[in-house]
């Protein structure tokens, strides 16, 4: 099992999304994009989503390895408003690798900041909670 | 490009991202430990590096730098920690560094604390010299 964490300012991420044009294609995906577009304050989507990437990444333990793209953590929303890990790519075989049965997440945020928290449950332990 | 020059623009980017002062940036600035950079703050800093040199850099890069040609499996063991391999590819980056006092703590995240400005402009220089090449 593991747990990740983290707390990003919203005025760095809109301060990014002004000045770097390709921020938002190299962080996120096109669904995540247009998800985070169609919300009345967009930039703490966009800020909630990194945070929420970032924290899965340290739940995982493996950072951002090797041929590994922020994109390749994906965080959709179903139509209730709740998140849930997509991952794709090298990353996820490293995920399949690592018994990695789902990836639980929670965000939230505010004016000034986003923060996400996730947990990586392991398929023992999901078998253990289904016994 | 000389890496004189590199370091330079790493250098004004650094104190334009994090607000440092300039004297307070060298070669052997650690990002993480000595200036405070956040992950954001190195997206940020990549973004800059490309707008003066044109040469992309990701953070997929400076992992590749700080895990060789080992892959994740045989870079981090089954707790995240980097394996004695690792280590020893680690040290060979951080010559004058004695690894062996935290090798046991040594995860993701302390791993990019060891990451310096010097890492930086080494991975910028190879890629000038190589597209120079190309």
């Known amino acids: 099992m593991g747990i990740g964490i983290d707390i990003v300012p919203i005025s760095k991420v809109e301060d990014l999304v002004s000045k770097h044009e390709n921020f938002l294609t190299i962080v996120f995906t096109a669904r995540e994009i247009t998800y985070c577009k169609g919300k009345k304050k967009s930039e703490e989507h966009f800020a909630a989503r990194f945070a929420a990437k ?20 994906e965080i959709l929303s179903s139509n209730s408003g709740k998140p849930r890990v997509c991952l794709h790519g090298e990353l996820n075989e490293i995920a399949c690798k690592k018994n990695v049965e789902k990836i639980v997440i929670s965000f939230s945020h505010c004016e000034t900041h986003a923060v996400a928290q996730a947990l990586v449950i392991p398929k023992t332990l999901n078998r253990r909670y289904k016994n | 490009m000389e890496k004189e020059e590199i370091f330079e623009v790493v250098k004004e980017g650094l104190v334009e991202v994090l607000g440092v002062d300039e004297d307070n940036v060298t070669m052997d600035s650690s990002f993480y430990d000595d200036l405070g950079a956040e992950s954001l703050d190195m997206l940020d800093l990549f973004f800059r590096i490309e707008k003066e040199t044109n040469i992309r ?27 004695p391999a690792g280590l020893e590819h680690v040290q060979k980056l951080l010559p004058d560094s004695n690894l062996t006092e935290i090798a046991e703590e040594l995860d993701q995240l302390k791993l990019f604390s060891l990451f310096t400005v010097r890492h930086l402009v080494d991975i910028v220089g190879d890629k000038a010299s190589k597209s120079r090449n190309e």
């Open chain 2, 57 to 83: 850099i990701s953070r997929s890069e400076v992992q590749k730098v700080l895990q060789g040609d080992l892959s994740e499996e045989e870079f981090f063991d089954e707790n995240g920690i980097v394996t």
């Open chain 1, 54 to 73: 970032e924290s899965v990444l340290k739940a995982l333990g493996i950072g951002l390895g090797k041929g590994i793209e922020w994109t390749d953590v």
